[in-house]
């Protein structure tokens, strides 16, 4: 492959039940359509185990990763799915992006609309970088919803094993876990949603690199999804 190729590697998860749309790439000008010069799929189920990979038709604007991951998924609850993009800078202006659409079949709730994160594929952003010098954090909404929160987290390295501090902010105090994730590995992380009588505030993951994350937010009554979003990136 031309090494004069861009390299675009993104991450999202798919779990069982969902309608599950990836738009490649949001064309911005309707009279010049705007093609990836490759683009590759692969499944990893949460404990790195690969699943399946296969190169994708970049001609394709829509994925339907209940069509694509849902039969090797094989009753699996969640897997984790990389999207290996390249393209050529000639032709985007601007780095292109991937985006989601996400609603449980059969669910009366309300459909959600997600940028698909972007992740480093396990390369440190400092060369030499021993510690945790990744930063990303979510804030809340001040109102109070029956719902429980999570971190969905993803390890996109393909040899490295990744820690991240995963650290919810109150008023007042915070509770911190320290999680391990082998590569291509990948949990859900539950957050506490009210301590010592406080109410969860803010997320913050911190790791060596950047891991795929989302942060998920499920009816308490019916798990359904309500919030699935990626976190903001900041540098120390």
Do not use: C
Not at 35 to 56: C, F, H, I, Q
């Amino acid at each position: 492959m031309s090494s004069d190729l861009s390299a675009l590697l993104s991450a999202t998860f798919y779990e069982a039940g969902d309608e599950h749309r990836v738009e490649l790439i949001h064309q911005r000008d309707r009279a010049a359509r705007r093609r990836l010069a490759s683009l590759d799929l692969a499944v990893y189920d949460p404990e790195g185990k690969n699943l399946t990979a296969v190169p994708l038709d970049t001609h394709q604007e829509i994925l339907d990763l209940g069509t694509l991951v849902g039969p090797v998924a094989a009753g699996r609850p969640r897997v984790m799915v990389l999207l290996d993009a390249r393209y050529e800078e000639q032709i985007f202006p601007y780095r292109p992006h991937h985006y989601g659409f996400l609603h449980r079949r059969g669910s009366t709730t309300a459909a959600l609309y997600y940028a698909v994160n972007a992740v480093l594929g396990g390369v440190p952003d400092r060369i030499g970088a021993t510690g945790l010098n990744n930063f990303e954090t979510y804030i809340f909404l001040r109102e109070a919803f029956a719902e429980r929160y999570s971190v969905l987290l993803g390890n996109p390295a393909r040899f490295s094993t990744a820690e991240a501090q995963v650290t919810a902010y109150y008023a007042t105090g915070r509770l911190t876990q320290v999680v391990a994730l082998a590569p291509k590995a990948h949990r859900e992380v539950a957050l506490t949603s009210e301590h010592a009588g406080e109410r969860l505030q803010r997320v913050e993951i911190k790791a060596l690199f950047r891991l795929a994350s989302y942060v998920v937010g499920r009816r308490a009554d019916s798990g359904e999804l309500v919030l699935f979003d990626h976190l903001f990136s900041y540098h120390r």
